[in-house]
């Protein structure tokens, strides 16, 4: 795909000075999606079909159609429902959704609006990881006007539709993005996710009903509303459409958070976007979407895109388009090693093979980065790994697993390079 | 038990405030223990019993969550909490450099205070400012991007004389390319 990623001009955060105002984001159309949908001809399920048909896939890691989420919610019995939006954004290599919070807060509100006024739900909730106390006061400053010009509230502009809005923080929980960790640490718990099922669409805050959706997924909605689902659909690449932030970091010149399509070919980015590697460096590898996506190496990366299908092809996966991009002098043993740190930190300690296996994985990394390490602890490493996947609640330890398992197949012999000759005879 | 720490009527007012927003009472702790935090500026087993007495929640819940987030503080820190990013974005970009420069040039390691108080250095998991690497925050507050020795140097003076540094919003590359 050539592509010429200047002409593009961003949607979900403009070039638009002050966006982040009020009276600025209305002066430029801002919340007109949110009157087009109380208006009288959309009812909720219409709403539902357009945001499908639009196939915004999950923008926080999982990729699932958000429009077919929304529609898992059951029929409203008269009870509270609840939509919780997930701004938690923890996995390495991820700093996009801040962007939002600081730049263009109303889109992602309207967008909560429109979600909480298809799924009928009567009460939003933000919730924002405890590190991001400056974009929480946003937040809250941008909630509060939104309150005060009668976008949130009780029979918002005059359509019958009531739904609260809060915001509330995290206190520094990796665990916490995932989607059932959240709801327990919004109930005020420890944050130790949830046995599914029951889905938090049956069962989910304070036992009710209860969606959860990205905050960059939210903030696509308004657009969709707006433009129509074909428009949405006509962006990027077909199976997974739409405009997306990439947060490209590591070893590149301008690394920063960058609207684009989806489906960029990943070398587009670091060699066009963010201008390329840090001092005329090599391209060794990358992990593009969050610290769990499998590494790609640098000689593998002619003709992928960042797209569900492409990556999956490669052999990794989207995540959350927070791409890590390293350069040829990075050490694969000790950069792993400190992934493995990460997950074990954060590791809630609910299920033994995470629990365990985490701290395991960070161990022997550890041995084989001090020279200490045999070939055969590889085989271990990679044992560790497939008694770890599918095996716990959540989705931590393929988290922890993943990265172990793919960074020493694909980057094998630097790790054998450290390692001692083994005295044992290789399986 | 008498306890040593108390809230301020400013603080009950705004630990009301967010009992408010939820429907439930136990849905308040975390924030609260933030509220006790900026009181107090830490949540020691005391402060918990405060939280949980104010709430009219278990202790054992309370200590339960201040004990799970690392983000409390579960015994006294220096006045400033230097907590310098080393997770993978960090790292690759010199996040343990700059560790190592603050451990030296202040005399401690991570997850040590200095004896006059005034700081504390931990090294964190990924604080979500990827491309700004190598980073750090400082009390949980405000975040210091693309740190540099000369900048930790500035950031330092700047703290010993209670001068926090102020937020710094870091454009998109993006709008500056385009125009």
């Known amino acids: 795909m050539s592509f010429d990623w200047k002409s593009y001009t961003p949607v979900i955060i403009p070039d638009i000075p002050n966006l982040h105002e009020i009276d600025v984001y209305t002066n430029n159309g801002g919340y007109e999606s949110l009157k087009k949908v109380l208006s009288n001809d959309w009812d909720p399920e219409k709403v539902i079909n357009e945001v499908k048909a639009a196939n915004i896939r999950g923008r926080g890691g999982a990729g699932f159609n958000a429009g077919l989420k929304w529609s898992f919610m059951p029929k409203p019995d008269g009870g509270p429902r609840y939509l919780a939006c997930n701004g938690d954004e923890s996995e390495p290599g991820t700093f996009k959704d801040r962007k939002i919070f600081e730049y263009n807060p109303h889109l992602f509100i309207e967008g909560a609006l429109i979600a909480a006024y298809a799924m009928q739900c009567s009460a939003i909730y933000v919730y924002i990881r405890g590190e991001y106390y400056s974009w929480i006061k946003m937040m809250e400053k941008a909630l509060k006007d939104a309150y005060d010009k009668g976008f949130i509230g009780k029979n918002i502009l005059g359509s019958g539709f009531d739904v609260e809005f809060h915001v509330t923080g995290g206190a520094g929980a990796y665990i916490c993005g995932e989607e059932t960790s959240m709801l327990e640490s919004l ?19 304070w036992g009710r009903p209860t969606t959860i959706n990205n905050i960059e997924t939210l903030s696509c909605v308004p657009l969709v509303i707006k433009n129509g689902a074909d428009w949405f659909t006509g962006i990027g690449a077909e199976t997974h459409p739409g405009p997306v932030l990439y947060g490209i970091s590591g070893h590149v010149n301008r690394p920063g958070v960058y609207e684009l399509p989806t489906g960029m070919p990943i070398l587009t980015l670091i060699e066009e976007v963010a201008g390329g590697m840090r001092n005329g460096k090599k391209l060794k590898g990358i992990i593009p979407g969050g610290s769990s996506t499998p590494i790609l190496r640098g000689d593998a990366l002619e003709g992928v895109n960042m797209d569900a299908d492409s990556l999956r092809e490669a052999g990794s996966m989207m995540g959350t388009a927070g791409m890590i991009v390293m350069d040829e002098d990075t050490d694969m043993v000790e950069m792993l ?16 093979p995470c629990r365990e296996g985490t701290g395991w994985l960070e161990k022997i990394l550890l041995k084989i980065r001090n020279g200490d390490g045999e070939i055969r602890d590889l085989e271990l490493l990679i044992d560790l ?13 393929d988290a922890a697993a993943w990265p172990v398992r793919y960074t020493i197949d694909r980057f094998r012999d630097e790790f054998e390079a450290r390692c001692k000759k083994s005295t044992y005879a290789l399986a | 038990m008498a306890n040593n720490y108390e809230f301020t009527p400013e603080d009950l ?24 935090q900026r009181r107090f500026g830490h949540v020691e087993p005391e402060v918990q019993h405060l939280v949980a007495e104010t709430l009219g929640l278990p202790v054992s819940h309370v200590h339960g969550v201040a004990t799970f987030y690392t983000q409390y503080y579960k015994e006294k820190m220096g006045k400033y909490v230097l907590d310098v990013c080393t997770t993978t974005s960090c790292q690759l970009c010199g996040g343990y450099d700059m560790l190592h420069y603050l451990e030296n ?31 750090m925050q400082i009390t949980n507050d405000v975040y210091v991007n693309n740190l540099t020795e000369e900048k930790l140097d500035e950031v330092i003076e700047s703290l010993k004389a209670d001068k926090m540094p102020e937020f710094e919003s870091v454009g998109m590359p993006q709008h500056t390319e385009r125009s």
């Open chain 1, 187 to 205: 109930e005020g718990k420890r944050g130790y996710p949830r046995v599914k099922p029951p889905f938090p669409a049956q069962k989910g805050l």
């Open chain 1, 337 to 352: 090693w400190r992934i493995s740190h990460f997950y074990h930190h954060e590791s809630c300690g609910q299920c033994t």
């Open chain 1, 385 to 397: 790994c497939s008694q770890m996947e599918g095996r716990t609640i959540c989705a931590l330890a």
């Open chain 2, 13 to 36: 007012k705004e630990i009301e405030t967010i009992k408010a927003k939820f429907p439930e009472v136990m849905p308040a702790t975390l924030p609260t223990l933030w509220v006790a």
């Open chain 2, 105 to 135: 040039k202040l005399g401690i390691k991570a997850g040590e205070t200095t004896k006059d108080g005034m700081f504390s250095i931990q090294s964190v998991e990924c604080l979500g400012a990827c491309g700004y690497a190598p980073m």
